[in-house]
């Protein structure tokens, strides 16, 4: 019985993952100056869980870049991304859309 527990949790787990990824909407690229340490990634990501239809935000402090996904049927544009950036107290870079 255990087995079969461990069976329709794996199924049920693997299609909730599955369904997660193909409902994401488009993901953004954006590079930030600045961006040092932990405490300024909780700054940028703060601001830009904000805004609305964000679904995801990820930091690489090592490049200096954030990688926004938003939900599906929204969309991000560069302006809001730079308010965004620009109250957490750093400057946008760049901002591209990622490939899907």
């Known amino acids: 019985m255990k087995t079969l527990g461990r069976i329709i949790l794996a199924v049920f787990t693997t299609t909730w993952i599955a369904t997660a990824a ?3 909407g488009p993901s953004y690229r954006i590079e930030v100056a600045g961006l040092a340490c ?17 679904e995801r935000v990820e930091t690489n402090i090592g490049d200096g870049t954030v990688i926004v996904t938003m939900k599906d049927g929204a969309a991000l544009d560069e302006a809001t991304a730079k308010q965004a950036v620009k109250d957490a107290g750093f400057t946008l870079n760049g901002f ?5």
């Open 38 to 54: 932990p405490f300024c990634a909780y700054g940028i990501e703060k601001e830009l869980n904000a805004i609305g239809g964000v």
């Open 22 to 24: 193909f409902a994401a």
């Open 96 to 100: 591209t859309q990622a490939a899907q």
